[in-house]
């Protein structure tokens, strides 16, 4: 059974920034397309980023494209969401999700999910 547990979540100023981390356990690390997502109060779930299985390919929502960053290491199965100039409408629940799939920024076709970071933008 594969884990994902992230953390960094808080309140911060427009402008600011912060990193969220998801750290994952059970199967190999490394064979997982990793992929972050969001859901804000009353709004579907959407798909913020997404990275390859070596790290070297990333895909971004338009909606954050320039502000946020995703990486991972695989030595310390972590994946990482880097968030520049955050925005009020940047305010909503983060999860990070692993896919069996070569690429997808579907979340539908993700098989594991963390319980979610809180992240607050205030104006």
């Known amino acids: 059974q594969v884990q994902l547990v992230e953390s960094g979540g808080g309140l911060v100023q427009a402008g600011g920034s912060l990193r969220l981390s998801c750290a994952v356990s059970g199967r190999t690390f490394g064979s997982y397309l990793m992929g972050w997502f969001r859901q804000a109060p009353g709004k579907e779930r959407e798909f913020v980023a997404t990275?390859?299985?070596?790290?070297?390919?990333?895909y971004y929502a338009d909606s954050v494209k320039g502000r946020f960053t995703i990486s991972r290491d695989n030595a310390k199965v972590t994946v990482y969401l880097q968030m520049n100039s955050l925005k009020p409408e940047d305010t909503a629940v983060y999860y990070c999700a692993a896919s069996t799939i070569y690429y997808t920024p579907n979340g539908a076709e993700y098989d594991y999910w963390g319980q979610g970071t809180q992240v607050t933008v205030s104006s």
């Open positions: 990275i390859s299985r070596s790290g070297g390919t990333t």
